[in-house]
């Protein structure tokens, strides 16, 4: 069931599903042009399986939380929304979070791990991004003329509405802008502390290894790489049973499970 929470002004759709209240919840933060019913049932299945609360939300513009408001994007926006992110947490009154970020909010998730170690437990990744690559701008290059050219926009729809058109078009005119090839938070990885696992489709058509060697590389925090052969951007759903079964052993070993 969906409830409001108010953050900033701004209301944004949240599921919370608790399993027991001294336990962790599992925070996930969508990519790019996702939403919750995106992340369709894997939320639920990891929290089956490992017995932890689970809380995923729509970020502001997507999905059923209120649109946008501060477009065009400035180039710290994802950092915006990590301190949104501590802010839902300290609402919600989790205690231990462990952060599962795709894409846009892999990197959201590194960039709260860093600010905001006190609340965080753990981190896993999935495509994360600490800096622009030409094959993230190839990929979103492409996107943009599948979106012009197949019913891409008509699936999108299906998820953020008459927002479709500005979700889209935030995502790509931000990537593809001038001023962002310089977009970098390798910054903010030394001070994570918190234990890491990076996982990445070796197939992934918007990002290289590079990504993942540079957070096993720079973050404080015993870190794991899991690199998936056969899978793209999307290792959740292309590769459901193995990605539950890594990610399940990576949080009995952050947290003793009752």
């Known amino acids: 069931m969906l409830k409001e929470i108010i953050v900033r002004g701004v209301s944004l759709k949240v599921k919370y599903k608790e399993e027991a209240a001294k336990r962790p919840t599992i925070v996930f933060l969508h990519d790019s042009l996702g939403c919750i019913d995106l992340w369709r049932d894997f939320p639920e299945k990891l929290g089956k399986e490992i017995h932890c609360n689970i809380l995923v939300y729509d970020r502001q513009g997507y999905g059923q939380s209120d649109p946008f408001t501060d477009l065009p994007r400035n180039n710290d926006y994802l950092e915006k929304e990590a301190d949104v992110l501590h802010e839902l947490i300290q609402q919600t009154g989790i205690q231990q979070a462990i952060l599962f970020g795709h894409s846009d909010g892999a990197s959201i998730a590194l960039i709260a791990a ?13 495509g994360a991004h600490i800096f622009v690559e030409d094959i993230t701008l190839k990929g979103i290059r492409d996107a943009v003329v599948a979106y012009r050219t197949t019913n891409l926009k008509e699936k999108l729809s299906r998820y953020h509405g008459a927002k479709t058109d500005v979700v889209f ?23 994570i502390t918190c234990p890491v696992l990076v996982i ?10 590079k990504q993942v060697t540079g957070i096993i590389n720079q973050v404080l925090g015993k870190s794991t790489q899991l690199i998936m052969s056969s899978v793209g951007h999307t290792p959740h759903k292309d590769a459901v049973n ?5 990610v399940t052993a990576f949080v009995k070993n952050v947290y003793t499970i009752p």
Do not use: C, R
């Not at 090839?181 to 390798?186: A, C, G, P």
């Not at 193995?242 to 890594?246: G, Q």
């Open 242 to 246: 193995e990605v539950l079964y890594h």
């Open 200 to 209: 990445q489709g070796e197939h992934d058509e918007f990002g290289s290894i």
């Open 114 to 126: 860093a600010k905001y170690p006190a609340a965080i437990i753990g981190v896993i990744t999935e």
């Open 169 to 191: 078009a935030a995502w790509a005119d931000t990537w593809l802008s001038k001023t962002f090839k310089s977009w970098n938070i390798e910054n903010f990885l030394p001070q």
